[in-house]
């Protein structure tokens, strides 16, 4: 009952309209994906791929929730309303996350294995979201509403906007902590592009 817990917990504990643990059972769309989940995501480790798909897709068909039964996600993570939320093959959430309606866990279309983001412990991601490529969010990390990730967020940021800016360090208006972290975010994301172009350079070689 350990995963049951966690997952009734963190609802309530965030969700003043959740009153009992049976109205959450019943009435919780988000509750009812993961749970879904966690026997699409054992039947795609076992190889019953087809399986796995066909199971999502009619979670996905009750509860306007898309969870790709390859998706890794760890106990205690709250999805909150959940229509239209999209959680792509490779995506890793970790214990804690928040997400809200309208999130979009995906890919570029261009990345190959890893492709998906990874959201670390504790982060929320506000509705309609999009969270594109293999960027991680960090711990504690929250994204605005309608916002568009396309970098790594650290951990105990604020990020808003398209693309999205870091706006708060430590839930503080700090700026000139914001712009140098904005500045070191810069600068990584830049070198790491530096470093696909090389790659794609020498492989055409």
């Not at 997400?99 to 506000?126: C, E, F, M, N, W």
Request: hydrophobic share 40%; charged share 25%.
């Amino acid at each position: 009952m350990g995963w049951w817990r966690e997952t009734i917990d963190i609802v309530k504990e965030n969700d003043p309209a959740a009153r009992t643990t049976l109205e959450v059972l019943l009435t919780y769309p988000g509750v009812k994906a993961l749970a879904a989940h966690r026997l699409s995501h054992f039947l795609w480790k076992h190889g019953f791929k087809l399986l796995a798909r066909m199971h999502s897709q009619f979670w996905r068909f009750w509860t306007q929730i898309e969870i790709h039964p390859g998706a890794q996600i760890d106990s205690g993570v709250f999805i909150d309303h959940g229509s239209g939320l999209v959680i792509g093959e490779t995506a890793i959430v970790e214990k804690g996350v928040l997400l809200y309606h309208g999130v979009t866990l995906g890919g570029t279309g261009k990345d190959v294995g890893k492709r998906h983001p990874t959201v670390r412990k504790g982060a929320l991601i506000s509705a309609h979201a999009q969270v594109i490529g293999p960027v991680e969010i960090g711990e504690n990390a929250k994204v605005g509403a309608a916002a568009v990730v396309v970098a790594d967020v650290p951990s105990d940021v604020t990020v808003v906007g398209i693309p999205a800016k870091i706006v708060r360090v430590h839930g503080q208006k700090d700026e000139p902590t914001i712009h140098e972290v904005e500045e070191k975010r810069e600068y990584y994301v830049n070198k790491l592009e530096q470093s696909k172009d090389a790659s794609h350079r020498s492989s055409g070689l």
